[in-house]
């Protein structure tokens, strides 16, 4: 067993709990009842909400096969490069957005994934 990839399935779940759980409740469900929004780009938004829970778990069961199977260094650096992007935008928004890291965190959560997968390809 990979216990570098088995720690970015670990954390990676949790990002995936953590967004369907108390994001949907503080950011899904707003946007749902927000009543100043076009029902285009509303709904465009919340479809958007999906795809990126779905994407969270398939990447979370990537670093699951990546850690129990031999053959599975490549998908979980496909993960990993997955995860970077998600850190490197999440860090970025931020700051381009003028907003503080108090009030999108996402970024940071993504860091201690990419660590744990860079150092999983690595063995």
């Known amino acids: 067993m990979n216990v570098f990839f088995a720690a970015a399935a670990f954390l990676s ?5 953590i967004h369907t759980f108390l994001g949907g409740r503080t950011i899904a ?47 979980g650096w496909a993960a990993t490069l997955l995860t970077l992007g998600y850190c490197l935008l999440g860090l970025w928004v931020p700051v381009a957005k003028s907003q503080t890291y108090k009030n999108m965190p996402q970024g940071w959560l993504f860091l201690p994934i990419v660590i744990m997968g860079v150092l999983g390809g690595s063995t």
């Open 13 to 17: 779940a949790a990002v995936f709990l």
């Open 29 to 75: 469900v707003p946007l749902l009842k927000a009543q100043d929004l076009h029902p285009v780009p509303k709904l465009t938004s919340y479809y958007c909400w999906h795809i990126v829970t779905i994407t969270l778990a398939i990447v979370s069961g990537m670093f699951v096969y990546a850690a129990y199977s031999q053959s599975g260094t490549d998908l």
